[in-house]
């Protein structure tokens, strides 16, 4: 079952058209679906989940609100005829959620932000949006050149994001190349990640998460 990709940070992004999409701040979470079986397999980011793990409850909270919906995309839109297999990758996560942590009795949701078709990767943003955009999906807070000016504005809050945002964008040069050329980059705020330095001193639980994260945006 296909993983997500590990993220990096805006430093090494190149400066180019992107889309950026919310990011929601929860646990990742995979579903995979067949032509022949339906949807068949589920996992986390690194493992696979059944209903009896930790994280299983996820697993209705994805049926109910994706399952049906999905399914009928690929089926119906030409798109994706011929299609036998793909991985989408949904954020799961409750109001109080941070960091990847949950708080107890919270109610959950997921909501979808990608898509990965079978011997052909993840879809670049255009036709993710095409495909998928009538069904609720990470909301698009930007469309255009990924920079210095963009990344500032999202650290300084200046658009309606709590966490961040994922950019996404194709290098023209690549495209019909494995992949299509696609990149992605993390854009943090600086509020979320004032957040998690009170909390990591205040709960060891943290820490990594806070290491990882100055590591990744470039702020240590």
């Known amino acids: 079952m296909k993983s997500f990709w590990e993220i990096p940070g805006p430093n090494k992004a190149p400066h180019e058209p992107c889309i950026a999409f919310y990011k929601y701040d929860g646990q990742n979470f995979r579903a995979e679906w067949s032509r022949k079986s339906g949807w068949y397999k589920f996992g986390s980011r690194n493992i696979l989940i059944d209903h009896t793990s930790s994280m299983g409850g996820a697993i209705d909270v994805f049926l109910r609100t994706y399952g049906d919906e999905i399914a009928r995309v690929f089926v119906n839109n ?19 959620s941070f960091a990847g942590v949950h708080v107890e009795g919270d109610p959950m949701e997921v909501v979808l932000f990608d898509v990965a078709l079978d011997k052909q990767g993840i879809l670049i943003p255009r036709d993710f949006l095409n495909a998928f955009g009538h069904l609720r999906i990470s909301e698009v807070i930007y469309q255009g050149n990924f920079g210095p000016q963009f990344i500032q504005d999202i650290r300084e809050g200046k658009y309606p994001v709590k966490e961040g945002v994922v950019a996404k964008g194709v290098l023209q040069c690549r495209r019909g190349k494995e992949a299509h050329g696609l990149w992605m980059a993390k854009c943090k705020t600086q ?11 205040e709960n060891s639980r943290y820490v990594k998460d806070l290491e990882d994260n100055i590591k990744e945006q470039g702020n240590g």
Do not use: I
């Not at 509020?191 to 001193?201: F, G, I, M, Q, Y």
């Open 78 to 96: 030409k798109m994706f005829r011929g299609l036998q297999r793909a991985v989408v990758f949904c954020e799961y996560f409750g109001p109080n």
């Open 191 to 201: 509020w979320w990640l004032d957040e998690l330095t009170r909390r990591a001193r």
